[in-house]
């Protein structure tokens, strides 16, 4: 058995990889794969209209805004909502605390000019900034409510009066948010919701009133909204399988119930990292995030030993992304808290075995 600590495409629930292989051969006993069916049959229709439900009632989404399917991933989006609300006259507002804060950011200089209130790369992205000022006349604020590489979370969110959007990426569904206080949430599937190859779009139609510039079609919010997210062919499998996989949420209780259970797998985690001298955590511990713990080792010649150390029990996914270093272990929420207690009993069974070394050694030594 594996246990899959991998930042993305992310773990799925058993049970939803099975019923996504059961529709790949038949599904809903039509004779037809998932695969192969048209997006323009009534079959296709129900799962588009009961994926967007799911989302509608698993994030408590109020009145006035469209929840929409694209494709493209969460990199998309990083142009597509300046091209779509980033005009001439205003700058964009931006929140620097990461390594996909910054790829967002580069992409909005391409449509204009951007305010980069506040960043935390004095430190390596190790913590979330904290007291800016969001200038009132620009035309968003943008930020990453939880940074997949740096291991660093969004536990309160700035008051503005300009409207927010936000990359939600690696923990929508994680823990309650209130959407209302958002003009436009996105995400990749590939962290907490499906398999890649969607992108959840949560937008305020009244911010869908102020695009200015000329946008194509495959990038303008409004057609997605206006076709149903069947403007072009969608994504059908991806979508699917994201159905599944919020159905397995709702059935688990919903994202209170799944918040709860993601608060105590991170708490396990970095009660390890903080109690094993062997190790240590990377963010800030107020700005910790649950989804994503990066640590590292003090002896960093360890590291590769500890790895494959951790192999041997199953444990996948836990190298840390290559700038970092280190390790990152995604706590995603189909991971059970039983994958958590193995990683932490690895972590204190590698520090026991170096620690016999040791005394083998002095005894040695003394002989
Ligand atoms: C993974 C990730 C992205 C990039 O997502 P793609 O779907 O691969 O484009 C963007 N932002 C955050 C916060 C992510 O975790």
Redesign the pocket.
């Known amino acids: 058995m594996k246990h899959n600590f991998g930042?993305?495409p992310c773990i799925l629930p058993a049970k939803v990889l099975d019923q996504a292989a059961d529709a790949v051969r038949n599904f809903n006993g039509l004779g037809l794969s998932i695969l192969e069916i048209s997006h323009r049959t009534p079959e296709f229709e129900a799962v588009m209209k009961e994926t967007q439900d799911l989302v509608r009632e698993l994030l408590r989404v109020p009145e006035g805004y469209s929840i929409l399917f694209l494709q493209?991933?969460?990199?998309?989006q990083f142009s597509m909502l300046a091209m779509n609300f980033l005009h001439q006259e205003k700058k964009a507002a931006y929140l620097d605390c990461g390594y996909?804060s910054q790829?967002a950011i580069k992409e909005a200089l391409l449509f204009g000019q951007v305010n980069i209130v506040a960043s935390s790369k004095d430190k390596g992205y190790n913590y979330i900034p904290l007291g800016y000022e969001i200038p009132e006349d620009s035309a968003y604020f943008h930020y990453?409510s939880?940074?997949?590489i740096e291991g660093t979370e969004m536990f309160s969110f700035p008051p503005t009066t300009v409207p927010v959007i936000c990359?939600m990426?690696?923990d929508i569904f994680s823990r309650m948010v209130n959407v209302a206080d958002f003009d436009l949430i996105y995400a990749?599937a590939?962290?907490n919701m499906g398999p890649?190859g969607m992108?959840l779009v949560v937008v305020k139609d009244t911010l869908l009133e102020h695009i200015q510039r000329q946008v194509p079609s495959m990038s303008d919010y409004r057609i997605y909204r206006d076709n149903g997210s069947l403007f072009n062919t969608p994504p059908v499998f991806s979508i699917y399988v994201a159905m599944l996989n919020l159905r397995w949420l709702k059935e688990k209780g919903g994202v209170k119930t799944i918040e709860t259970e993601n608060i105590a797998k991170a708490a396990l985690l970095y009660e390890e990292i903080d109690r094993n001298p062997l190790f240590y955590g990377l963010a800030d511990p107020d700005h910790r995030s649950r989804m994503n713990v990066t640590f590292k080792m003090y002896e960093p010649a360890m590291e590769q030993e500890f790895l494959d150390f951790a192999s041997t029990r199953g444990i996948v996914g836990v190298k840390g992304y290559r700038s970092v270093g280190g390790f990152r272990a995604s706590l995603y929420n189909a991971l059970p808290i039983s994958s958590v207690e193995i990683l932490v009993s690895c972590m204190s069974d590698f520090e026991k075995e170096k620690l016999n070394k040791e005394v083998e050694l002095a005894q040695n030594e003394s002989l």
Do not use: H, L, R
């Open positions: 930042a993305g493209g991933g969460a990199s998309t996909f790829k990453t939880n940074n997949t990359d990426s690696s990749g590939q962290k890649a992108t």
